[in-house]
C-alpha cells in the first residue's frame, strides 16, 4: 500500500508538472498572439488613417479637377469669341482699304483733270 501511495504520488507529480509546463505554453503562446495581434490592429488604424488622408486628397484634386475644367471651358469660349472679332475686324480692314484705294484713285483722278468751266 506505501508503494502504491508513492507510484501515486509521482504520477500526481508528473501529471501536474506536465500541466503546469502546459500552462505556461500556453501563456506564452496567448501573450505571443496578444502581441501580434496588437501590431496588426495598429497596422490597420495607421492603414486606414492613410486611407482616409488620401480619400480626402483625391477629392480635394476632384474638385480642383473640375475648377480647371471649368475655367479651361470659359477661355476656350472667349478664344471662340475673339477669333470672331479678329474675322470681322479682318474683313472690316479690307472693307476700309478698298474704300481708302477708291477714295486715292478719286483724289488722283481730281488732281489730274482740268476742270473747265
Do not use: H, P
Request: proline residues 0%; neutral net charge.
Amino acid at each position: 500500500m506505501v508503494e502504491e501511495i508513492s507510484v501515486k504520488k509521482v504520477v500526481d507529480r508528473k501529471i501536474a508538472i506536465a500541466l503546469v509546463i502546459i500552462c505556461i505554453i500556453l501563456a506564452v503562446g496567448i501573450v505571443g498572439a496578444v502581441a501580434f495581434y496588437s501590431q496588426q490592429i495598429n497596422t490597420i488604424q495607421s492603414k486606414a488613417s492613410e486611407i482616409a488622408s488620401l480619400t480626402s486628397q483625391v477629392s480635394s484634386l476632384t474638385s480642383q479637377v473640375s475648377s480647371l475644367t471649368s475655367q479651361v471651358s470659359s477661355l476656350t469660349s472667349q478664344v471662340s469669341s475673339l477669333t470672331s472679332q479678329i474675322a470681322d475686324n479682318s474683313l472690316q480692314i479690307q472693307t476700309l482699304t478698298s474704300q481708302k484705294n477708291e477714295l486715292q484713285d478719286i483724289v488722283s483722278l481730281a488732281k489730274s483733270t482740268i476742270w473747265v468751266s
